[in-house]
């Protein structure tokens, strides 16, 4: 079945980068729109970043300018660039796509998450 994996978080201190990918792997004929969402303890889960399978943007008012969003197509592959990181942005990471394994019916995936510290 279709999976998804992110990688790339980790510690790092305030002012920092860091680049988080998500492969979608299995069985997939095509995805839709890609996105990264966040979630800090007690806090809800909230959009960073989400782009189209044409490569239409949106990223969350807090963090424009900061990060982006890219993919990659053929290797069916989601990034967030994460540049001048905060402490706020401490949070676990997700992303998710919209998949069709035939591209009849879609369905909504999530992967498990990458935790993101940033110290100051």
């Known amino acids: 079945q279709v999976q998804l994996v992110e990688s790339g978080g980790g510690l790092v201190q305030a002012g920092g980068s860091l680049r988080l990918s998500c492969v979608a792997s299995?069985?997939?004929?095509?995805?839709?729109?890609m996105g990264w969402y966040r979630q800090a303890p007690w806090k809800q889960r909230e959009v960073v970043a989400t782009?189209?399978?044409?490569?239409?943007?949106t990223h969350l008012d807090r963090v424009q300018g900061r990060f982006t969003i890219t993919r990659d197509n053929a290797k069916n592959t989601v990034y967030l660039q994460m540049n001048s990181l905060k402490p706020k942005d401490t949070a676990v990471y997700y992303c998710?796509?919209?998949?069709?394994?035939?591209?009849?019916?879609?369905?909504?995936?999530w992967g498990q998450g990458t935790q993101v510290t940033v110290s100051s």
């Open positions: 782009i189209t399978s044409g490569g239409t943007t």
């Open positions: 299995g069985r997939i004929s095509s995805i839709k729109d």
């Open positions: 998710n796509a919209e998949i069709s394994t035939s591209g009849v019916a879609w369905y909504l995936r």
